[in-house]
């Protein structure tokens, strides 16, 4: 049974940085982050395959990157000029054979971390 663990969320200003870590399951895996908002459905916000080929959803391009640090086992989500629209739950994920045009969709992971919580304030 994979378990994914997140960690890394907190509270912040807007323009300040946060870094999200979640141990990965292997380097066959691809890996997605998205993040829910109260009341709201989770959504997609990066995600990176077996090859290192990172996507964005387009709110965080330039300012969120996603990597790999294949000698621990993890998977960190750089999270730069924080806004408070990007408040919400943190949610890992992990998932294999998972085809470019499904990177975004929540169904398509097999597995998933608790959550970590990133709040910007204005």
């Known amino acids: 049974q994979v378990q994914l663990v997140e960690s890394g969320g907190g509270l912040v200003q807007a323009g300040e940085s946060l870094r999200l870590s979640c141990g990965a399951p292997?380097?066959?895996?691809?890996m997605g982050w998205f993040r829910q908002a109260p009341g709201k459905e989770r959504v997609f916000v990066a995600a990176?395959?077996?090859?290192?080929?990172?996507y964005y959803t387009d709110s965080v391009k330039g300012r969120f990157t996603i990597s790999r640090d294949n000698a621990k086992n993890m998977v960190i989500l750089q999270m730069n000029n924080l806004q408070p629209e990007d408040t919400g739950v943190y949610y890992c994920?992990?998932?294999?054979?998972?085809?470019?045009?499904?990177?975004?969709?929540?169904?398509?992971?097999?597995?998933w971390g608790q959550g970590t919580q990133v709040t910007v304030s204005s």
């Open positions: 990176i395959r077996r090859d290192n080929s990172a």
């Open positions: 994920a992990a998932g294999q054979r998972i085809i470019q045009s499904s990177l975004r969709s929540a169904s398509a992971y097999d597995y």
């Open positions: 292997g380097r066959t895996y691809t």
